[in-house]
Structure formats: C-alpha cells, structure tokens
C-alpha cells in the first residue's frame, strides 16, 4: 500500500456494537478475534471501516440512525444497517447454517435453504452500495471473510480494473469435494476472484481454493497466480498474528497483575490447565473434556493435583443446536467433578462467560499448559496470545492439528482432538515436560509470534496487493489496445507482402474437451478464404493437429498449413512434405506406456499422428490428470532421451515428437522465401512461443490469453482474435 492510499476495510462487524441502555442506543467496543487483530490495523493508518453495527434496523429512529452515524463517523467507522429479516436468513441463515458448517467440515449441519441464499446476494449488494457511496480513487479495499465472498466481483463490475481489492479468508476454506457439495459453489468462487489478492491463513487453504477454482471454473494457476477475465489474481497464504507489544503492555498492568496474584492464591497448590472458546461446535470442548475425563482415569497420581479451568464464552443464545451443545458440556463437567471431586478439589472449574481481557490475561500466565483443540480452526489466534503471555518462558502449548497455528506453532505438542488417548498422553507428557525443554520450545515459538505480528501480517498482505496491481499493470501494457491495432490495421494495408501465422485451436476456436469437437464453422472458414484471397497474403494455419484433418478443414481455401507442431509443412497450392527426416518407429512402446495412463485415468485418451503421439487428459478430474501428467512426463523424459525425442507439455496434453520439431523451425521456411512487409502471428499455447522467439522485431506477435508470453501483445480470448482478423478483411476491401 502507498503511502497517502487511504485503506477500506470491509468485514460483516464493526469494531464496536450499538446496544440500548435506558432506551438509547449506546456505542460499545465488541469482541472477537477478527475484530481485535484488524482493530490494531486500523488504529495504525488512514483507514475507514464499513461493517454492521450489531443492532436490527427496526430498533432504531431514523434520528437515532443519524446519531449513530455521527458517532462512528467520529472513528472513521461506516455502518450497514440491517433488516431483521436480513439478520436472520443472511447472518444466521446463510453464514452459520451453511458456510460455517461446511467450510468446518461438519456437512451433516448444512441447511441447504434457497431464501438464505437471496438473502446472502442481497445483504452482499447492501455492502457494495456502501462501499461505493465512500470510495474515492486511489483508496484500496480490504474484504474481510465469509460473510461477504460475493463483494469482490460486485465491486469489480462497478469500478474496474484498477481498483485494488483485497480478499481474505479467515476461516479454512474446505477441500473441493466438500466444497463442491455447496448449491452456490461457482458464484461464491466467480465473487471471491473478483479480487487481485486472495489470503488464507494456511497453504493448505490456498490449495483446497486453487483446486476448487480449478476443477469447477476450469482455470488453472501458474505458481498461485490464476489469469482470469484479462487480470492476474494471487492467492497466497498470509498467517494472521496478534498485537504482540500490546499484549506485552496489558499483561503489565497493575490490573492483570492483581488478578494474577488472586489467581495464584486461588489454585495454590494445583497445576493449572486452561482453555476458552466460544460456544461451537467446531471447537470441540466435548472431546477435550472426554480425553481430560480418560487422563484422570489413566492418571490417577495426578488426582487432586491439577484443575482444568474450561472458560467457554456465550455464542447463539437461543439456537437449539447450541442450546443442545452447552447442555452436554454441562452434563459431562457434572460427570467428571461428580465422579473424581473430593471436598476440597474439583477437576474442573467451569466458567460460562464472558470474561475481560484482564481476567484472560491472568488466566494465560497462572495456566502452566493451555489445551488448545479444535476440531477445525482458520487460525486460532488463543495459541498465540497464550504464547506471547508466557514471559517467563515456562508453559506448555498443546495444540490441535485441525488449527492453522499449528503449521507455525510446531514446537507445541500437536494432537489429533479425536485421539482422546492422544490428547491424554500429551496432558501428561505436558506436566512432566523439564523446564529447560518447556523453556526452549517456548522461547522459538514466540520468537515467531513476535516476529510475525498483526502488524506485519497487514503490511504482507497490502504490500502484496501492490505487487499484483503492478504485475497487472505489467500485463496490462501489453494488451493489444485500440491505438495498437489502428496501427496494426494501417500497417496492414500500407504493406504489399504479408505473411500471417495462425494457430487453430485455442486462437480461432476455445479449446474443447475433445479435439475432434473444435471442428471450424461457417465464420472461421470465410475468413481464412477472405484472407487467403486478398493479393500480396500468405496464411498459414501452424498448428498442432495432424495433417489428414487440416486439409479436411482448410485444404480448399488457398492456404499454407504446418502439422503436428511442424512436422509436417504443406505450401499453398503445394503438397505435404516432412520438414526434417523423421520416423516413427518408436511410437509401438511409448503408446503402450500411454494406454496404462489411460487405464489408470479416467476421462484420457490418446491421440496419434504420424509423426507424435499425445495423451490428453482435458476430460480427467483435474488433480488426478495433473498427478498422472506429472508422473508420465518424468517417465518419459528419462525413457525418450536414446530415441531423439521431445516431451512436451501442452494445454492438459503431454506430447511426445522427434526431436528438432517446433513451430519456430517450422515458420523460418517461410521467413527464407522473403522479406515480408507485415508479418502477424497470433497463438495460445507454450508451443506457440517458439514461433514467437523466431520472428523478426516488426512482426506483430499476440498471445491469446492475459498471461506472461514472449509476444508483444495478448488479448483475452479466440473471439478477440476474429475480430482482429475481420478487421484486417474489412480493411482490405
């Protein structure tokens, strides 16, 4: 981010939240780990926050509106007001009975309801409306997590291109065969690309979302980056971290201390273990109290010498399945205390609500191991702040594998929260741990939770935004523009010798599943022939298919054509001829090696020509064609080396062809015959870029596809392309 750039962040909540006391709606701070990591970001900077304020729009006056407004606005906040109805059907309806469940694994929870979905668009175009009403240029956008996956693109539609809008994931993003168990799959992932930088907190994440896009979008990626409707957007995991130094303060203060020595005086004699969550399923809190429950049993020597102090902060209220899951954490406290308590000690120490900062703080540093176990968590920023409290170094982290602090807080004892004697041994394992091993897997572990701070998580993701805004600004300069083929056109007609190099599939038609489908129609057949029949032209289709089904397509319409990536060349009027000795001898054994790919993946085939073989696998299941392509290639690669072969690897093709072939060799017959006025070449494929390299600095070179070519210049799409032609035939006549 620039400095001067004024940020806009963009989450469902506010910071604060409006409550009424005494009849008035009054502004208080609110709570939750999103608010209070992106709180300490917007503090920092030049930053307004759009969110909703937390109360139904039916509660308030229009004058208490107005009031309210002026409040926030006195804190760079912008509210969205709510419906009750939008509440229930978008918030608690679409969010957290279908997103949360399923992005959290738990899909026999999912509420598949057709209403909270148009309520999901509705409220998402509510947020977009505000945004747009405070957007000023040069400001960049910053989404905030699953509520508002829809806003990128809807922001994009409205203020182009070069608006950077930024995207983040807070909670896991699910592999694709959960994910794709979502009705509304494809608009959720057509809104989150709207954006220039995807974050998630773990590469995991980023891979489940690389594969959902692929396999459901049909764009691929190119080291996290997809190119899609003429722009590059980056995915890429950014782990979120806490405001260390203020924690360092607060845990200073003379009222953390106080409860502290309270704390101390408390649990004197006992060991402390500690947990908080919010009320939820996904935390698992029964299955934490069941493995505490089998360590006491296992344990017994450690019987009225430890206490599980189990904070669980109100979430829901009023919502039976959450209802239903206080009751069972009730029932099984009152289980283990019924069964293991003495008069003067009890296993747990139950705490249902909420409590300050101070009290956490105090519990953090009295607590000697924190019992850290969700099922499934974005991040689980608690493991953090537990390790950032423990000033004095001696404390032990166990943590869940199913949290992703877990791939950064390695030096915790990492359990599977399902593996009740798992979670067990480490509790023990924990509580006998020596000091100097506690103390030195400690010190590495806040080592990096300072180090990588909320602050520098922020500056990661903006400073990495700007990147791809300049990558795109990059691409974008070489897009073919309105001056560029004005100039192209004049240059067109002002020359007397032309030579025009087209490749077929994927630049005068889209590529298709099958090759024998993208069959050319009645548009692309005239204007080759108008092309070919204008004097002083030469059009050569340079293609990748075999030489029966070129002349089937295109032998009577007075052009040149080049087979199978030039093997073959037919000059106009001419007949076939192979451009270098070849043979074809080696073709028996590799096509045996391809036919046990294509039992061994479903949806591949193989095409055979005379002088190559390629295995296709565009119909496959895209994570197991890419695994099967990437074995075959290295296979063949170390097999086709005494044959004087080539592997190459196409647009979900992997091609096998004698050695010294390509596109660029192919095109210098033309280039020796003459000095050519003009030359145009236009192709979409990595084979298209040694034809590229091989042409003169004149010649107008145009990769279709807004990706990283050797070309001069790119446009989007096959359609693009006809355009372009049928403007060079309109200028011709």
Same mark, same amino acid.
């Given at each position: 981010?620039?400095?001067?750039?004024?940020?806009?962040?963009?989450?469902?909540?506010?910071?604060?939240?409006?409550?009424?006391?005494?009849?008035?709606?009054?502004?208080?701070?609110?709570?939750?780990?999103?608010?209070?990591?992106?709180?300490?970001?917007?503090?920092?900077?030049?930053?307004?926050?759009?969110?909703?304020?937390?109360?139904?729009?039916?509660?308030?006056?229009?004058?208490?509106?107005?009031?309210?407004?002026?409040?926030?606005?006195?804190?760079?906040?912008?509210?969205?007001?709510?419906?009750?109805?939008?509440?229930?059907?978008?918030?608690?309806?679409?969010?957290?009975? +279908?997103?949360?469940?399923?992005?959290?694994?738990?899909?026999?929870?999912?509420?598949?309801?057709?209403?909270?979905?148009?309520?999901?668009?509705?409220?998402?175009?509510?947020?977009?409306?505000?945004?747009?009403?405070?957007?000023?240029?040069?400001?960049?956008?910053?989404?905030?997590?699953?509520?508002?996956?829809?806003?990128?693109?809807?922001?994009?539609?409205?203020?182009?291109?070069?608006?950077?809008?930024?995207?983040?994931?807070?909670?896991?993003?699910?592999?694709?065969?959960?994910?794709?168990?979502?009705?509304?799959?494809?608009?959720?992932?057509?809104?989150?690309?709207?954006?220039?930088?995807?974050?998630?907190?773990?590469?995991?994440?980023?891979?489940?979302?690389?594969?959902?896009?692929?396999?459901?979008?049909?764009?691929?990626?190119?080291?996290? =980056?997809?190119?899609?409707?003429?722009?590059?957007?980056?995915?890429?995991?950014?782990?979120?971290?806490?405001?260390?130094?203020?924690? +360092?303060?607060?845990?200073?203060?003379?009222?953390?201390?106080?409860?502290?020595?309270?704390?101390?005086?408390?649990?004197?004699?006992?060991?402390?273990?500690?947990?908080?969550?919010?009320?939820?399923?996904?935390?698992?809190?029964?299955? %934490?109290?069941?493995?505490?429950?089998?360590?006491?049993?296992?344990?017994?020597?450690?019987?009225?010498?430890?206490?599980?102090?189990?904070?669980?902060?109100?979430?829901?209220?009023?919502?039976?399945?959450?209802?239903?899951?206080?009751?069972? +954490?009730?029932?099984?406290?009152?289980?283990?205390?019924?069964?293991?308590?003495?008069?003067?000690?009890?296993?747990?120490?139950?705490?249902?609500?909420?409590?300050?900062?101070?009290?956490?703080?105090?519990?953090?540093?009295?607590?000697?191991?924190?019992?850290?176990?969700?099922?499934?968590?974005?991040?689980?920023?608690?493991?953090?702040?537990?390790?950032?409290?423990?000033?004095?170094?001696?404390?032990?982290?166990?943590?869940?594998?199913?949290?992703?602090?877990?791939?950064?807080?390695?030096?915790?004892?990492?359990?599977?929260?399902?593996?009740?004697?798992?979670?067990?041994?480490?509790?023990?394992?924990?509580?006998?741990?020596?000091?100097?091993? %506690?103390?030195?897997?400690?010190?590495?572990?806040?080592?990096?939770?300072?180090?990588?701070?909320?602050?520098?998580?922020?500056?990661?993701?903006?400073?990495?935004?700007?990147?791809?805004?300049?990558?795109?600004?990059?691409?974008?300069?070489?897009?073919?523009?309105?001056?560029?083929?004005?100039?192209?056109?004049?240059?067109?007609?002002?020359?007397?010798?032309?030579?025009?190099?087209?490749?077929?599939?994927?630049?005068?038609?889209?590529?298709?599943?099958?090759?024998?489908?993208?069959?050319?129609?009645?548009?692309?057949?005239?204007?080759?022939?108008?092309?070919?029949?204008?004097?002083?032209?030469?059009?050569?289709?340079?293609?990748?298919?075999?030489?029966?089904?070129?002349?089937?397509?295109?032998?009577?319409?007075?052009?040149?054509?080049?087979?199978?990536?030039?093997?073959?060349?037919?000059?106009?009027?001419?007949?076939?001829?192979?451009?270098?000795?070849?043979?074809?001898?080696?073709?028996?054994?590799?096509?045996?090696?391809?036919?046990?790919?294509?039992? =061994?993946?479903?949806?591949?085939?193989?095409?055979?020509?005379?002088?190559?073989?390629?295995?296709?696998? %565009?119909?496959?299941?895209?994570?197991?064609?890419?695994?099967?392509?990437?074995?075959?290639?290295?296979?063949?690669?170390?097999?086709?080396?005494?044959?004087?072969?080539?592997?190459?690897?196409?647009?979900?093709?992997?091609?096998?062809?004698?050695?010294?072939?390509?596109?660029?060799?192919?095109?210098?017959?033309?280039?020796?015959?003459?000095?050519?006025?003009?030359?145009?070449?236009?192709?979409?494929?990595?084979?298209?870029?040694?034809?590229?390299?091989?042409?003169?600095?004149?010649?107008?070179?145009?990769?279709?596809?807004?990706?990283?070519?050797?070309?001069?210049?790119?446009?989007?799409?096959?359609?693009?392309?006809?355009?372009?032609?049928?403007?060079?035939?309109?200028?011709?006549?």
């Amino acid at each position: 981010m620039r400095p001067g750039n004024r940020l806009i962040l963009v989450s469902n909540r506010l910071p604060v939240k409006v409550v009424r006391k005494n009849g008035r709606p009054v502004v208080e701070p609110s709570t939750g780990g999103l608010a209070t990591g992106l709180v300490a970001v917007h503090r920092r900077g030049s930053s307004i926050w759009i969110g909703w304020p937390g109360i139904p729009l039916e509660e308030i006056s229009w004058s208490d509106r107005r009031r309210i407004e002026e409040v926030l606005a006195s804190k760079n906040l912008y509210p969205v007001f709510l419906t009750r109805q939008d509440i229930e059907d978008y918030y608690y309806g679409f969010c957290n009975k +279908i997103i949360w469940p399923l992005f959290h694994y738990f899909s026999e929870k999912v509420r598949y309801e057709p209403g909270y979905w148009d309520a999901y668009v509705r409220v998402n175009k509510a947020f977009a409306e505000a945004v747009l009403q405070i957007y000023k240029p040069g400001d960049v956008i910053w989404i905030h997590d699953y509520h508002l996956m829809l806003l990128p693109e809807l922001l994009r539609r409205e203020l182009g291109d070069d608006v950077p809008i930024g995207y983040f994931l807070h909670i896991p993003f699910p592999s694709s065969e959960v994910f794709r168990l979502l009705p509304w799959r494809r608009e959720i992932l057509q809104g989150i690309l709207g954006a220039d930088l995807v974050g998630f907190h773990t590469y995991d994440y980023v891979r489940h979302f690389l594969s959902s896009v692929r396999r459901l979008l049909g764009f691929d990626h190119v080291l996290g =980056r997809i190119y899609v409707s003429g722009r590059v957007v980056k995915v890429d995991a950014f782990p979120m971290g806490i405001n260390y130094e203020e924690l +360092i303060k607060l845990l200073n203060t003379p009222e953390v201390e106080e409860r502290y020595r309270a704390l101390r005086e408390t649990f004197k004699g006992l060991r402390v273990i500690f947990s908080i969550d919010r009320l939820d399923y996904t935390k698992g809190i029964v299955q %934490r109290l069941k493995a505490y429950e089998l360590f006491l049993e296992q344990y017994p020597e450690y019987r009225g010498k430890v206490v599980f102090v189990l904070v669980v902060s109100p979430s829901r209220m009023g919502v039976e399945e959450y209802v239903e899951l206080k009751k069972q +954490i009730d029932e099984l406290v009152g289980k283990i205390n019924g069964k293991y308590a003495t008069p003067g000690w009890s296993p747990v120490l139950y705490m249902y609500r909420y409590i300050p900062v101070e009290e956490l703080l105090a519990l953090y540093r009295v607590a000697e191991v924190a019992l850290i176990t969700p099922l499934r968590d974005g991040m689980n920023l608690v493991s953090k702040e537990f390790v950032a409290s423990k000033v004095d170094g001696d404390g032990v982290l166990i943590l869940s594998e199913g949290a992703g602090a877990s791939l950064e807080l390695v030096e915790a004892l990492v359990v599977n929260p399902n593996n009740r004697e798992e979670v067990a041994r480490a509790i023990k394992m924990a509580l006998e741990m020596p000091r100097d091993e %506690r103390a030195k897997r400690m010190w590495f572990m806040q080592l990096r939770v300072k180090r990588y701070d909320v602050f520098r998580w922020a500056d990661d993701f903006l400073e990495s935004l700007n990147e791809v805004k300049e990558e795109q600004s990059r691409l974008k300069a070489k897009v073919l523009t309105v001056d560029v083929e004005e100039r192209l056109v004049s240059d067109y007609v002002r020359s007397r010798s032309r030579l025009i190099l087209l490749d077929y599939d994927g630049t005068l038609t889209p590529l298709v599943e099958r090759p024998d489908l993208a069959r050319p129609d009645g548009e692309v057949v005239e204007i080759l022939r108008r092309l070919a029949e204008t004097p002083g032209n030469e059009v050569v289709i340079v293609s990748g298919r075999d030489r029966r089904t070129l002349d089937e397509w295109f032998g009577d319409l007075g052009i040149s054509l080049v087979a199978e990536h030039g093997a073959w060349i037919k000059e106009r009027g001419g007949s076939w001829r192979v451009a270098v000795p070849l043979k074809s001898d080696w073709k028996r054994e590799i096509r045996r090696i391809l036919e046990l790919y294509v039992d =061994r993946t479903p949806g591949s085939f193989i095409e055979e020509k005379e002088f190559s073989i390629a295995w296709h696998y %565009r119909r496959a299941g895209v994570e197991l064609g890419e695994t099967r392509a990437k074995e075959l290639k290295e296979f063949l690669t170390n097999l086709v080396a005494t044959y004087n072969l080539e592997v190459i690897e196409g647009n979900r093709v992997i091609e096998i062809r004698s050695a010294g072939i390509s596109k660029g060799r192919a095109v210098l017959n033309w280039l020796k015959k003459r000095k050519w006025d003009f030359i145009l070449a236009i192709g979409d494929d990595r084979t298209d870029e040694e034809m590229f390299a091989t042409l003169p600095e004149y010649a107008y070179t145009i990769r279709v596809g807004i990706v990283p070519s050797r070309a001069k210049y790119n446009v989007p799409s096959p359609y693009d392309v006809r355009r372009l032609l049928k403007a060079l035939v309109k200028a011709s006549e």
